[in-house]
């Protein structure tokens, strides 16, 4: 079983920088995909940025050159670093980890990106 907690949301400014960070509890394979979705109100969860095996990194579109993820395989971490964010950018943030063909989600954390 993998358990997932979230910490780093809150209120900030646009232009502004949050770091979000998740511990993994359980047994975590370094190879699994591991990354941080949002769900902004009335719309569906959408990926945000995922490391996965190879250290390959995936963005949306919308955060390049802005989002930055990384990961620790000692640790269980994965840590999602967000510069010059912008209103869009809000919403609640969720970590996931892919563990064979099970996804594990934690409960979120709020960002809110004010203009």
């Known amino acids: 079983q993998v358990q997932l907690v979230e910490s780093g949301g809150g209120l900030v400014q646009a232009g502004g920088s949050l770091r979000l960070s998740c511990a993994a509890s359980?047994?975590?394979?370094?190879?699994?995909?591991m990354g941080w979705y949002r769900q902004a109100p009335g719309k569906q969860r959408e990926l945000v940025a995922a490391?996965?095996?190879?250290?390959?990194?995936d963005y949306a579109d919308s955060v390049k050159g802005r989002f930055t993820i990384s990961r620790d395989n000692a640790k269980n971490t994965v840590d999602l670093q967000m510069n010059n964010l912008k209103p869009e950018n809000t919403g609640v943030y969720y970590c996931?980890?892919?563990?064979?063909?099970?996804?594990?989600w934690g409960h979120g954390t709020q960002v809110t990106v004010s203009s």
């Open positions: 996931w980890v892919r563990q064979l063909v099970t996804d594990y």
């Open positions: 359980g047994s975590i394979f370094s190879g699994n995909a």
């Open positions: 490391t996965r095996s190879g250290g390959r990194t």
